[in-house]
């Protein structure tokens, strides 16, 4: 990633996200999941990322009730650098309860590479 290229656009998304943190909203309660669980949402979510596998799954878990699963799916869509990934990331920026996966979201769309 060129960093000349990409700085102002990704410190501009930033900042919109940490401006979008102070809303107001009341965060979800994450439903109460198991270890277990925990762990193989989180190996599906690094699977994907191996894979650099953008689909309807992982587009999915960016809408989980658990707010770490959102956080941690927002970032692997930035890692796997599909550009489809944008407009998801984009909406999770501007309206996610919360201010961790707002910011993963602004930190992912500086993630993916366009033309």
Not at 55 to 74: G, H, I
Request: proline letters at 6%; hydrophobic letters at 45%; one cysteine or more.
């Amino acid at each position: 990633m060129n960093a000349k290229y990409y700085g102002p656009a990704l410190g501009a998304l930033f900042v919109l996200g940490t401006l979008c943190a102070n809303a107001g909203a009341q965060p979800k309660r994450p439903r109460a999941v198991t270890p277990e669980a925990q762990t193989n949402i989180l190996l599906k979510i690094l699977r994907h990322e191996d894979e650099r596998r953008w689909d309807d799954e992982l587009k999915a878990l960016l809408t989980d009730n658990n707010p770490k699963v959102r956080q941690r799916a927002a970032l692997a869509a930035g890692r796997i650098g599909d550009e489809s990934a944008v407009p998801l990331l984009a909406e999770i920026l501007l309206t996610d309860r919360e201010a961790e996966v707002r910011q993963m979201a602004a930190f992912a769309l500086g993630e993916i590479e366009s033309p």
